[in-house]
């Protein structure tokens, strides 16, 4: 195997080095840690970019989501309403709380949690105490019906957008429509500080509470007091500047996501096999990853041939509720999440790829199709 290996998504720098100034600014004047100026710039350029008040950065997205539902006030046994089709992330700090999640099943018009399900869910579980809906790979939720659903019955939202920083809903940005939202920064995100997480919120007590929390929780006290528990969950000055170097490329991170889906989606087209990951007039998604799902082949027959050409693609998450440490808890829905995972593979979608890469893919991609069908 000759040609360069092509990856799903990985970190990409700004060609300006706009990262390594912030990093040096830091070193420069030894603000390594604890937090600094650059975590401050960080949480107000965030903030301003997708338009709300108060941001918190974190350790990690999973974090964030933790202190989410802390803020929420979920407690041991309370229920949490999550979404089955995801990243496990999603779903472990409900565990984290000693709380207990009820999964529910994606809608085929946007793979995301179904407003029917999610109503559902929530007559046979009227006490639920949060609601977590996530926009997967950068395709928003039905967040109009999500949202009244959730006013309707007294239950907090909190948005996993830890996949969809960038992308809005009839022009809104996602992880903004929930009285929390979240975004993610680990390696493989739309932008990256190699690790790391922000949790969002117009709710200036509740951030503020957040910020105590995930710094050991100290009373306002010379010396150690603590009436609650702490976590040591705050983002450090040097990745925050990594951070503020990546949100200046955001927007052209996001173009280059929406050409490479337009390109597979072109250069795919006449191809029954294969269908595209459903867009709404509503959405503008950020394409962090391009998925597709196949009709008769199994993904994981696409994934290793792909792969012996170098290729890399993955097949779409695991629902919730298919996995063993998590099916135990009640599943509200269909089979859908489980039919797009059994049909579905995320094909690389790398900011750094050229225009030659994508067509060494799709060609290896109409290949593959060819000698299965
Ligand atoms: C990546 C991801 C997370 C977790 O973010 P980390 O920063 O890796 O902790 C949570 N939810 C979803 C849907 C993700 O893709």
């Known amino acids: 195997m000759n040609e360069k290996r092509i ?30 100026a650059n975590v401050d710039g960080f949480e107000n350029e965030l903030a301003d970019y997708v338009g709300i008040n108060n941001a918190a950065a974190l350790s990690s997205g999973t974090a964030a989501i933790h202190m989410a539902l802390k803020a929420a006030g979920v407690e041991k046994d309370d229920i949490v309403i999550c979404q089955s089709l995801t990243f496990s992330a999603t779903a472990n700090p409900i565990i984290y709380q000693n709380a207990i999640p009820v999964f529910v099943d994606s809608d085929w018009e946007t793979w995301n949690m179904s407003p029917a399900h999610l109503r559902a869910a929530l007559e046979k579980y009227p006490q639920a105490k949060a609601v977590l809906v996530v926009h997967l790979y950068g395709l928003s939720a039905n967040l109009d019906e999500i949202v009244e659903i959730c006013q309707e019955y007294g239950v907090t939202l909190i948005e996993d957008a830890a996949e969809s920083l960038g992308t809005t809903y009839k022009d809104k940005f996602t992880g903004t429509f929930g009285k929390y939202g979240i975004y993610s920064f680990n390696g493989n995100k739309i932008i990256t500080t190699s690790g790391g997480g922000m949790l969002v919120s117009n709710d200036q007590k509740k951030i503020e509470k957040v910020r105590f929390w995930s710094t050991q929780s100290r009373d306002k006290a010379r010396h150690y007091q603590h009436s609650e528990m ?31 889906y337009n390109y597979y989606k072109e250069g795919l087209a006449d191809i029954q096999e294969i269908s595209f990951m459903p867009e709404n007039g509503w959405n503008k998604p950020n394409f962090w990853l391009s998925v597709i799902t196949l009709k008769t082949i199994k993904p994981q027959v696409l994934i290793d041939e792909l792969d012996k050409a170098n290729i890399e693609a993955r097949p779409i998450w695991k629902p919730m509720h298919l996995q063993p440490f998590f099916e135990k808890y009640d599943f509200i829905g269909n089979n859908v999440s489980e039919r797009l995972f059994m049909s579905g593979v995320c094909l690389p979608s790398d900011t750094k790829m050229s225009e030659k890469d994508l067509l060494r893919i799709v060609k290896e991609i109409k290949r593959v199709v060819a000698d299965e069908t």
């Open 7 to 36: 990856l799903l998504s990985s970190p990409h720098m700004s060609e300006e080095g706009f990262e390594q100034r912030y990093v040096k600014e830091a070193f420069d004047t030894n603000w390594i840690a604890p937090l600094g």
């Open 230 to 260: 702490g976590f040591n969950y705050r983002m450090s000055n040097i990745l925050a500047g990594i951070g503020r170097g990546q949100l200046k490329v955001l927007d052209k991170r996001i173009k280059k996501k929406n050409d490479i």
